[in-house]
């Protein structure tokens, strides 16, 4: 089955003690995008990849790395996380020539920091 | 910089009601515009592709130019099109997608 997976789906953390969140899609897509979910302020982008060791940041970037070192994979890095950084978190990904049908999304990580 | 805005964060409706949902965007560029709804606890699911021009779940979407507009509407809306909905702009390099606000729709019985 064509999909995105995310890694773990739900995670408590303490401030400071860093965590990677895993995404993996199995559709040999060119793009991978992470994205952020808040209450009233929709999705965020935080980092996309337009292919392998290409990565570059979205909209909100600060305290998150990735890496993309192979095609099905773009893990989320958050070095010292904070308590702002409680959200929900998705992974994305479409192929160059399946542009036109948008965005195939994870299940989503919610990550809380205390 | 692109934006998208969804002026509406709540919208309740009774079922068998019309629906529409509101979209406008601010974008130099040619849009690619889409609509995704992601139902209680699932994953976002893309919904409408405003090139396609096609009718998912009775819903359709119309991309107006000189309103900057890609408003989501339903004639009937059923109990189990309450969801959040998203609309999204894609810029025309193609690996930005910027969403808006998104909106709760409750259809009420």
């Known amino acids: 089955e064509a999909q995105v997976t995310q890694n773990p789906r739900y995670l408590i953390t303490v401030t400071g003690k860093k965590l990677t969140v895993t995404c993996s899609q199995n559709?040999?897509?060119?793009?991978m995008s992470w994205y952020r979910q808040d209450p009233g302020l929709g999705l965020r982008q935080i980092y996309y990849s337009m292919n392998v060791e290409v990565t570059d940041k979205g909209d909100v970037p600060e305290g998150y790395k990735v890496s993309r070192k192979e095609k099905r994979n773009f893990p989320l890095i958050l070095e010292s996380p904070s308590p702002n950084q409680t959200s929900l978190y998705f992974c994305?990904?479409?192929?160059?020539?399946?542009?036109?049908?948008?965005?195939?999304f994870g299940s989503g990580t919610r990550l809380t920091v205390v | 910089a692109q934006r998208v805005t969804q002026p509406e964060k709540l919208l309740s409706v009774f079922k068998g009601a019309p629906v529409e949902l509101k979209c406008n965007y601010s974008y130099s560029g040619s849009p690619e515009l889409f609509w995704y709804v992601q139902y209680s606890r699932q994953r976002l699911q893309l919904l409408l592709r405003?090139?396609s021009r096609e009718s998912i779940k009775g819903f359709t979407a119309d991309l107006n130019k000189g309103e900057t507009s890609f408003h989501l509407k339903k004639p009937f809306a059923q109990e189990e099109d309450s969801a959040m909905y998203y609309c999204?702009?894609?810029?025309?390099?193609?690996?930005?997608?910027?969403f808006g606000e998104g909106t709760q729709l409750t259809v009420n019985p």
């Open positions: 999204a702009l894609r810029e025309t390099s193609g690996s930005r997608l910027t």
């Open positions: 405003h090139i």
């Open positions: 994305a990904s479409r192929g160059r020539q399946t542009a036109n049908y948008g965005y195939t």
């Open positions: 559709m040999n897509h060119e793009y």
